[in-house]
């Protein structure tokens, strides 16, 4: 599994599950389920973000749009 490793400052292109006012709910190609706070896209779009944590044991991360 060490491809769904991410850590701090990696940027990753993520497909966009589901859009909300405070950000998006995105998921990376290889599973890894996250949020990009503040980011706006449609669901559906494919965006570039910067990780800024990934939680190993929730399996999960954190980031914001790379730009």
Request: charged fraction near 20%; avoid cysteine.
């Given at each position: 599994m060490?491809?769904?490793l991410l850590t701090a400052g990696d940027e990753i292109?993520?497909?966009v599950?589901?859009?909300k006012p405070f950000?998006?709910?995105?998921?990376?190609e290889s599973g890894v389920p996250g949020l990009v706070r503040g980011g706006s896209a449609p669901a559906g779009a494919t965006v570039r973000v910067r990780v800024?944590?990934?939680d190993a044991a929730e399996h999960r991360?954190?980031?914001t749009?790379?730009?």
């Open positions: 060490a491809e769904t292109d993520v497909v599950k589901i859009a950000g998006l709910f995105v998921e990376s800024t944590e990934f991360f954190s980031a749009l790379a730009g």
